[in-house]
């Protein structure tokens, strides 16, 4: 079994050399053969350079896409690698890397894809505003009405996938707020996704990526996203 | 329409159609585009030269006035224009994501 676990860092020059060392220790310490692959989406601050600096695997994007189009540039590389797991994971620190052998584990026992949630099972003290867990909360609701599967973190981006699912992702992975409809997309092409609890921290430097103001376009833009999906039936 | 008028929006349509001859030698303009250009340009002119047929047309669908059919279309087609525009950027977008990505794996193997 070949891991990869794929980190997409877009202006993450203070956090990405801790993350990559923090996951360093958990690959070295693994029964998996896990490798991984930083994809520096186009940063306009030093994340490559730490990156070369440390001798990081790293994946220059010439031109900054989007955290969609890095995603998936990560799972386009495992395609021609022949990794049989992929594993996203965030370079911003925020995911637990003691939590990636429980996803290979969850692969493993059959399941095609496997979410690292923070809301099955309080593990960490992980706080979100009110108005975005409604947001995740209406985000469910029409995935189950869409899929009939329940789904509680839809936003979560750490997750794995095996090869069923690197195949899929090559072919069409989302490019604007990826993840819910990434889910869907599996879902309705017939794919087992499970959930399983994981722990995630506070970002240490920087702001997430999305912000306050958009999220009256970020819930229109999944929603209907989903629904079209939907209308696909799912197709690629 | 009296004529002078007539001649002198002659002469506008003339110079446009020559701007857009120009750029699609230049290879500056696709053909596809070209011609739906000349082709909205040539509907124009026509409208010029006869002006009592859109006079004929308005009425017959219930214009109040001619201008406003005119003005109803050039919206119409302006909006078809500007979708057909974003088609093509997103499918663009699409290509040169998939470009990206493709160049920037081959470098990274390449320094492997």
Redesign the interface.
Known sequence: MKVLVIIPAYNEELNIKNTVDNLKKVIKKSKYNIDYVVINDGSTDNTLKVCNDNKFN??????N?GIG?AV??GY??AL?NNYDIAIQFDGDGQHDENYIEDLIKSIESGNDFVIGSRFIKKLSNFTSTKSRQLGIKIISSIIKFTTKKKIYDTTSGFRAGNRKVIEIFSKYYP?EYPEPESVVVLLLNGLKVDEIPVNMRERKYGHSSIYLHKNIYYMISVCLSIIFTKLERGRL | MNNRLQLFLTIIIFIQIYFIIKRIRRKKLSIRFGILWIFFTLIMEFGILFPKFIFYISDFFGFEAASNMILILFIFFLFYVSLLLSIRISKQ?DQ??TL??????L??EKTK
């Open positions: 790293v994946i220059n994007l010439i031109e896409l189009g998936q540039t386009k590389y021609e490019q | 977008n040169i994501k990206v990505q493709e160049i920037s794996i470098k990274k």
